[in-house]
């Protein structure tokens, strides 16, 4: 591959500080600081099944609650993704992984289509993991889609366990941007009939 698809992107606002750098051919390494302990276990998974490098560091108003820090890490992930995809020739454009956790299952499947949009079904049995506001994980996910442009399917096809549930959207998570990046030899330009993504 003649260039490397990374990119780096540092956010400040008066609720967050988020620097965040972002490598789709990685080897799956994971650097990641957040104010939100939980935000900070899910992403490592998701680093580690997509096999993504990622640095994270990211500081935020956790004092009033998890929202803002986490809708803004969501919201500079799905920037660097963009970016680092480029032009997105050769690329598979699609993703889709079940990952079981336990009693749990998760289906979660991409489309690097530049339309954003995000469809979720998950029936939570609990409101909070912790201290973790589980309606944060739509947020998250929605502000992910948005930025990066990409149509998110996300099921949890059952379940019991709220930490079940969502570690195995974010292990799937993972694993379907890992397929949907990754570049076909097949593929000549980008795979569209539009000659664009």
Do not use: C
């Not at 994971?30 to 302990?37: E, K």
Request: overall charge negative; charged content about 25%; cysteine-free.
């Amino acid at each position: 591959m003649d260039q490397k698809r990374q990119a780096s992107f540092y956010r400040k606002t008066n609720e967050t500080d988020i620097n965040l750098s972002f490598a789709i051919d990685g080897e799956g390494k994971s650097d990641i600081q957040t104010a939100v302990p939980f935000m900070t276990h899910m992403l490592d998974l998701f680093t580690k099944h997509g096999h993504f490098d990622v640095h994270i560091d990211a500081k935020g108003d956790t004092e009033i609650d998890d929202h803002h820090t986490t809708e803004d890490i969501g919201i500079v992930l799905g920037q660097v993704l963009l970016e680092a995809l480029g032009d997105k020739k050769g690329i598979r454009r699609y993703g889709n992984a079940f990952v079981p956790m336990d009693e749990s299952l998760a289906q979660v499947v991409v489309d690097l289509s530049n339309r954003p949009h995000l469809e979720m079904r998950a029936d939570f049995p609990t409101d909070k993991v912790g201290t973790f506001d589980v309606e944060l994980v739509h947020e998250f996910l929605w502000k992910l889609a948005l930025e990066a442009r990409m149509n998110l399917h996300v099921i949890v096809h059952y379940g019991h366990n709220t930490h079940h549930m969502i570690e195995a959207i974010f292990k799937a998570l993972g694993r379907a941007l890992d397929e949907a990046t990754t570049i076909d030899p097949r593929v000549k330009g980008v795979p569209s009939t539009k000659g664009m993504l």
